[in-house]
């Protein structure tokens, strides 16, 4: 799938590249299905460039099959079913991609479904859990509970009991998120998010806050936070830049943390690599008991790119959408 300029979703169309090259420590994986990411639409509005030596094809997360495995690669093998951590090149017939962003089809979800998981389970683990270290009976918060991140986090924050908080534009994504393990459920449309935190947990407020907005929300994600709390910026839907009050950080003892996870190295500390190996432990054993699933709001054809992304943009969706190949 290939960009024409930088614009709407009308300027996606398939297109003839070179085959990726498996090199040393990577494998080769036939696509059966990749996720749309809002950092895709990011991408395509030219908002969003790929990492330095990254494939420029759209694409942060699939699921497929080994076609080919490279020099240095063991515990893989041609024929396994995978899904997979990108940096890029999942909107394809085939992808490179370094083994240790790999992750074994889980048992019990099939195999097109899996392309829903790699990079919101990843995000999600690592700024919740790795980064700002959710304990049990602590309030969670995440913005957007209705979307991809957001489905994900409500189950995971939920597995690990905690209290669970969201916000969602629609009573039907509220209703959604409840039966996936919410408590508290606000409609940032015609309702107060730090009030109704607060009001829910006698004035505490939210431990942990996992961010999508950025600027539009920082002030309040401040003033909704507990003593201790601590604040992960993952997205800037609401701009990059606002004003944030040290002094009632400071009161507060808390901390605000901003992360991405594409430009994250593949290997080494705090690489791609670590964070996927702790997913692959402490998560998929509960993804293959049926636990934690991946939530699909629906399917379509690759060559529908346009339409998805169409779809995504406008939020008429819940969880994720998949781009199927064949």
Known sequence: MTISEPGGPEVLG???VPDPVCGPGEVLVDVVAAAVNRADLLQRQGHYPPPPGASE?????????????????????????????????????????PAGQLL??????????????????????SNVFML?????????????GGSGIGTMAVQLAARAGARVATTAGSAAKLAFCRELGAEITVNYRDEDFVQVVKDATDGH????????????????????????????????????????DLGKLMRKRASVAATTLRSRPPTGPGGKAE??????????????????????DRRLPMSRAADAHALVEASDHIGKVLLVNG
């Open 14 to 16: 398939w297109g003839e």
């Open 57 to 97: 094809v759209l694409g942060l997360e699939c699921s497929g099959v080994i076609s080919e495995v490279g020099e240095g690669v063991t515990g893989w093998s041609v024929g396994d079913e995978v899904c997979a951590l990108l940096a890029g090149g999942g909107y394809a017939e085939r992808v490179a991609v």
């Open 104 to 125: 074994p089809r889980p048992a019990g979800v099939e195999l097109a479904t899996a392309a829903a998981l790699p990079e919101v389970v990843c995000t999600v683990w």
């Open 132 to 144: 700002a270290g959710l304990r049990a009976g602590e309030v969670f918060l995440v913005h957007g």
């Open 205 to 244: 407020g939210a431990d942990v806050v996992l961010d999508i907005m950025g600027a539009a929300y920082l002030a309040r994600n401040v003033d909704v936070l507990a003593t201790g709390g601590r604040l992960v910026g993952i997205g800037m839907q609401g701009g990059t830049k606002a004003e944030l």
């Open 275 to 296: 964070i996927v190996a702790a997913v692959r432990h402490d998560v998929w054993p509960d993804v293959e008991r049926g636990v934690v699933r991946p939530v699909v």
